[in-house]
């Protein structure tokens, strides 16, 4: 397909406004992070959903919630207080190839973030002048500042090897930009909603290829790039917004 700017963008905004809704949460692994109200709260429990998300979404949202339960419903407060005893239960947690050896690692590295590096919005920050992608890489390095299985290392994507990093980046989606409709929480205020990247997933990729705006056949980092650069030419200022669209039509198998 040929792309004319001017039809894809009048489409993708139309589609912004069917799938950017509050129906939409209930159904998504973002219903997490919406049981909570703290900062601290929504972005751990946020983060710990974003990294178990792939397979089935309602795989995704049980096993989401079984971790919370596990933590008392109080996210922050069980990271910064919770014994070694406390963490035994995790040791039985399992979602796909993410297991109990890799959930107590997560739970004590993320201690230790807030601990020693001002809590994960501080660590996502990237170098002034430096565009966001540098802010993930720096993150990832913060979170394995302590000793670590090798086995977890896979669970947090490494854009400079040429990861997608869908999972953070859709995390990141949630944190920083402000939605008028309510499902994403814009509680992170020292990044732009216009540095986001578009989290690029089957559904995202098979989509925009389909339209014709994605030339990459890889979902990988160099293919993030392509397309964040063309929805930025769409909406300069809230680019990922289109993310909705392209994984709405994919899910939903508009083509």
């Known amino acids: 397909m040929n792309p004319n700017p001017v039809f894809i963008k009048n489409l993708l905004d139309r589609k912004v406004d069917e799938y950017n809704s509050l129906e939409f949460i209930p159904k998504d692994p973002v219903s997490i992070p919406h049981m909570f109200n703290n900062k601290e709260d929504i972005e751990i429990s946020g983060f710990l959903t974003a990294i178990i998300s792939w397979g089935q979404r309602k795989t995704i949202i049980t096993n989401a919630t079984r971790l919370i339960r596990l933590m008392d419903h109080a996210p922050y407060d069980f990271i910064m207080h919770s014994?070694?005893?406390?963490?035994?239960?995790?040791?039985?947690?399992?979602?796909?190839?993410f297991n109990g050896e890799d959930c107590l690692y997560f739970m004590k590295s993320l201690q230790n973030m807030y601990l020693h590096y001002g809590g994960l919005e501080a660590s996502f920050i990237p170098p002034e002048g430096k565009e966001l992608v540098e802010g993930i890489i720096q993150f990832r390095r913060r979170f394995f500042s302590v000793p670590f299985p090798a086995r977890s290392a896979k669970h947090i994507a490494n854009p400079s090897e040429g990861?997608?990093?869908?999972?953070?980046n859709m995390f990141?989606?949630?944190?920083?930009?402000?939605?008028?409709?309510?499902?994403?929480?814009?509680?992170?205020?020292?990044?732009?909603?216009?540095?986001?990247?578009?989290?690029?997933?089957?559904?995202?990729?098979?989509?925009?290829?389909?339209?014709?705006i994605l030339k990459t056949k890889q979902n990988n980092w160099q293919a993030v790039e392509e397309l964040t650069g063309y929805l930025r030419m769409l909406d300069p200022e809230d680019p990922v917004k289109y993310d909705y669209a392209l994984f709405g039509m994919g899910v939903n198998k508009e083509f």
């Not at 014994?83 to 035994?88: G, H, P, Q, R, V």
């Not at 509680?187 to 014709?212: F, M, Q």
């Open 172 to 212: 990141l989606r949630w944190m920083v930009r402000k939605d008028e409709c309510g499902v994403d929480f814009g509680i992170w205020k020292n990044i732009r909603p216009s540095r986001l990247y578009c989290p690029l997933d089957v559904h995202t990729g098979e989509v925009a290829r389909k339209l014709g």
């Open 83 to 97: 014994s070694d005893k406390d963490l035994m239960p995790f040791k039985q947690f399992k979602h796909r190839t």
């Open 163 to 168: 990861a997608s990093a869908k999972r953070i």
